[in-house]
């Protein structure tokens, strides 16, 4: 047997990563995703039980939730449950992000010159 290795968690290291156009496809009842603090969760399982109604989460289907999730004060017991419905982490594209130095001083996205003037 050679299953010693073959656990079920997805860890960080290993995670698989989905862009935010990917995840907006996944926004119907039928096929729920939701991202939360930069995490994914396919919650369409859990729609039907959560204690404050389909409605809402539907409402981000496919989207951010982040902030409606943090504004409500969810509980202990409901942070823990979102690990049940994690499947991975939302990729960050170099296009969504914003340049941090806009004169180029640093040479972002890409590494700088080599500095050598020979
Ligand atoms: C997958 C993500 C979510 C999980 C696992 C979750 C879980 C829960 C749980 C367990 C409760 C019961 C109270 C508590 O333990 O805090 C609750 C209540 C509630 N949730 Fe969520 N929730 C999620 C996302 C959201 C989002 C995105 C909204 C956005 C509007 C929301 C709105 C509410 C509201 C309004 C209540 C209060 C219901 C009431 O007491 O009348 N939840 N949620």
């Not at 017991?77 to 180029?104: F, K, N, S």
Request: contains cysteine; proline residues 5%; negative net charge.
């Amino acid at each position: 047997m050679e299953d010693e290795n073959n656990t079920d968690s997805v860890s960080e290291s290993n995670a698989k990563y989905y862009t935010l156009e990917e995840i907006k496809q996944h926004n119907m009842s039928k096929d729920t995703w939701l991202i939360i603090h930069d995490k994914v969760y396919d919650i369409t399982s859990f729609l039907e039980e959560h204690p404050g109604g389909e409605e809402v989460l539907l409402e981000q289907a496919g989207a951010d939730a982040t902030e409606s999730f943090e504004d409500v004060g969810h509980s202990t017991d409901a942070r823990e449950m979102l690990q049940q419905y994690y499947i991975g982490e939302l990729h960050m594209l170099v296009d969504d992000m914003v340049d941090p130095c806009p004169g180029g001083c640093c040479g972002w996205p890409h590494s700088p010159p080599n500095g050598r003037d020979d």
